[in-house]
């Protein structure tokens, strides 16, 4: 079966990661998350991650040419190890970076397949946010939510152990900034995949089993 290369596109809050992680577990695709990569690369006090630290706590978008390098390795990488093909979450977010995509998948013979856009209303991001809580350590990533996914024990991650503690840029001033980054430098997007024909737009609301359920008819819809 063809490889699928799917972008999971939204505002902070939106879902991607939730359903990214979903969605790559139904169908064996490589989970590829920019915010996961770079948050790794600032815990590993990386080249990559001393430069995008003082952005990503800013709530400011990393410079272009930092993102597309990672995402280039980690494309190349997924290629070898997963064959079946890939769900981009938080990645392109400007224009040159969907530009910078589309031109690194040409040499390839590829192109994206499908662009989910997960349209959340703002009251309910703004909730989802504040109530996020992730584990501390970022090998294990796992995500949690105060009000809809709490961990078994308070405080503890369910999955490895390790402390469970809100994102530094999930604090109210820093929320407001990305949500401003994302109306200004991302929703322009939207038009450039419309114009594409591969995005489809789909509502945030709803439980995770709902959301995810909208994106898999989506996906079940390529090809046909
Ligand atoms: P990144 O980590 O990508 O953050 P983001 O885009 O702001 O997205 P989030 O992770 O905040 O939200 P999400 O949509 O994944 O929602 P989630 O599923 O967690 O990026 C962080 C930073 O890195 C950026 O600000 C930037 O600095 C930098 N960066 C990353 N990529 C970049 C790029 N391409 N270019 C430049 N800079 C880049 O859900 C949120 C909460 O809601 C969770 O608690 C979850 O449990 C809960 N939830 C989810 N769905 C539901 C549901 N249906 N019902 C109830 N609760 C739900």
């Not at 690194?104 to 209303?121: F, G, H, W």
């Not at 909730?127 to 809809?148: E, F, H, I, W």
């Not at 949500?179 to 419309?194: D, F, H, S």
Request: net charge positive.
């Amino acid at each position: 079966m063809a490889a699928k290369r799917i972008v999971l596109f939204g505002a902070p809050g939106a879902g991607k990661g939730t359903q990214a992680q979903w969605l790559c577990d139904a169908l064996d695709l490589a989970h590829l998350s920019t915010g996961d990569m770079l948050r790794a690369a600032v815990a590993n006090k990386t080249g990559i991650g001393l430069k995008a630290k003082s952005f990503m706590e800013g709530g400011k978008l990393v410079p272009d040419d930092i993102v597309v390098g990672v995402v280039v390795e980690a494309i190349a990488h997924s290629a070898k190890t997963t064959p079946s093909g890939y769900a981009l979450d938080g990645f392109p977010r400007t224009l040159p970076q969907a530009e910078a995509l589309r031109e690194m998948l040409a040499k390839r013979n590829e192109n994206i397949n499908l662009v989910v856009l997960i349209n959340t209303p703002e009251q309910l991001i703004l909730d989802r946010l504040t109530q996020r809580r992730s584990c501390s350590d970022p090998k294990c990533g796992a995500v949690y939510n105060l009000k809809s996914k709490p961990p078994r024990n308070e405080g503890v991650c369910d999955v490895c152990g390790n402390p469970v503690v809100q994102r530094t840029d999930d604090k109210p001033e820093t929320i407001k900034t990305r949500l401003q980054a994302y109306r200004r430098e991302t929703e322009p997007l939207v038009g450039y995949y419309k114009k594409a024909c591969v995005l489809v737009d789909i509502p945030g609301d709803g439980s995770v089993y709902e959301v995810a359920g909208r994106i898999l008819e989506a996906v079940a819809k390529l090809g046909h």
